[in-house]
């Protein structure tokens, strides 16, 4: 956590979700019951609500910043509130830099939307938690964070490949796989970037290569998206070598 003057670290685990919840539900109630259920899910202790008002405090204690009386955080019924301004939260940065870069790229304006989706993308510093809590605000947002995430790299690619960056969109996806491994999405793009640079074989194998892991990996074969890809890449191929004989 950090403001214009230090950085705090929430080092405990049950500070950490709270915070957290009240980062996602920003400027929007959260009850007591709802952040309740976040830290100890069905099975709440005895004295859960005393628990919970004990971690609030010292949370309200960490969040106060000198200079600035009373702290973000708000005790209203049936809950509390974080208040935050516009754009002080990376979450809702994010958010909008991917829908300003999503609608770019649908009009064709592919310049613009891969300056907003690689502003969105550097904005992304890891999973939310680490995958610590799995209650419905924070695991869920967890999830749609890693799902928007890979969307916001797909888009960002695609708008990379229509402006013919193939060497720079090759290298980002590279590094991409190497952390999703199984995304049959970012082998197209990179198989594409490869034909599209002059470099077919190279193509042929990674595609193979995609097709050896999904077979391992899933027991699936790839989908037809990836198999037709492969099947252009082999006409061309014999296109191109029919020229040269006639030639």
């Known amino acids: 956590m950090t403001d214009d003057r230090s950085v705090a670290a929430v080092s405990a685990p049950k ?7 009240l980062l996602i539900r920003a400027n929007h109630v959260v009850s007591r019951d709802e952040l309740s259920n976040e830290i100890w899910g069905s099975a709440p202790p005895r004295r859960a ?28 019924a049936p809950g509390y509130v974080l208040r935050l301004a516009p754009g002080e939260l990376d979450l809702h940065r994010f958010q909008c830099l991917l829908r300003d870069g999503r609608r770019a790229a649908r009009a064709g304006g592919h ?10 993308r550097s904005l992304h510093r890891g999973t939310v938690l680490d995958g ?21 790299a797909e888009l960002l690619v695609a708008s990379g490949i229509a402006l013919g960056r193939y060497q720079e969109m090759t290298g980002v996806l590279r590094a991409l796989l190497a952390e999703h491994p199984l995304h049959e999405a970012f082998y197209r793009q990179l198989i594409l970037c490869m034909s599209r640079s002059g470099r077919r074989a190279e193509a042929l194998r990674t595609y193979h290569s995609a097709r050896d892991t999904i077979r391992r990996e899933l027991g699936l074969e790839p989908s037809w998206e990836l198999r037709e890809l492969q099947r252009t890449i082999l006409r061309s191929d014999g296109a191109a070598r029919d020229m040269q004989l006639v030639g």
């Open 15 to 21: 500070m950490q979700i709270l915070l957290a919840a």
């Open 49 to 76: 609500t005393a628990s919970l008002h004990v971690h609030m405090s010292q949370l309200r204690k960490l969040l106060t910043r000198p200079g600035r009386p009373g702290g973000p955080i708000a005790t209203t």
């Open 111 to 120: 310049e613009r939307a891969v300056e907003l989706l690689g502003a969105a």
């Open 132 to 152: 610590a809590a799995t209650g419905p605000i924070v695991g869920g947002c967890a999830r749609w964070a890693e799902e928007a995430r890979i969307e916001c």
